[in-house]
């Protein structure tokens, strides 16, 4: 199981998940930019591929397929079954590494991208991250959830394959307390949201 480590001088939690560092798609080299295809019979996200995917644990379907899909990563930084619980080692400060880590395929079609989506679908999406967003912040073993993507090899994603992931964290990074902190301060000087009076300015 994975764990988070507390680095005590910056204050920030970082995931040591041992099991991702297996995965096959971290030796593969760069090659040149190529056109994709919308299909692609070996890609895991893919529709008809739905068997190389964990189990899924959302879904919004079309007229003839799924539209989006959403699924366990099956490199999972975090997992679901534990609890969560602290240890203290002396400077050494853990937390084990349950949580959430979810894969959400935001179309079926492989060389799709957001920009170019129609608005419906992009809404659809954004539906999607929302009830991701709000069953992840129930589980008790979550104290932070956040929803990235990533683009290409350069950041780190391995597929082609449009898609965005979700982490449902143990713990709530020291940037997000420092931000939640600002704005507690902000009320107390003016006795107004400070987000409200930026949308203001």
Known sequence: MSELRLNLITREWVIIAKERAKRPEDFIKTSPKKSLQPYLPDCPFCPGN???TPPETYRISGKKEWKIRVTPNKFSALSISGTRKRHSNGVKRLVTGVGIHEVIIE?????????????GDINDI???YK????DAHS????GHVIIFKNHGP???TSLEHPHSQLIGSPVTPIQVRYRMEAFVHFFDDTGRCILCKTIEM
């Open 50 to 52: 739905e068997s190389m």
């Open 126 to 128: 954004i539906k999607t």
């Open 107 to 119: 179309s079926p079609c492989h060389n799709s991208a957001i920009p170019t989506m129609p608005k």
């Open 139 to 142: 589980n008790p073993n979550v």
């Open 154 to 156: 350069g950041a780190g």
């Open 131 to 134: 009830n991701r967003f709000i």
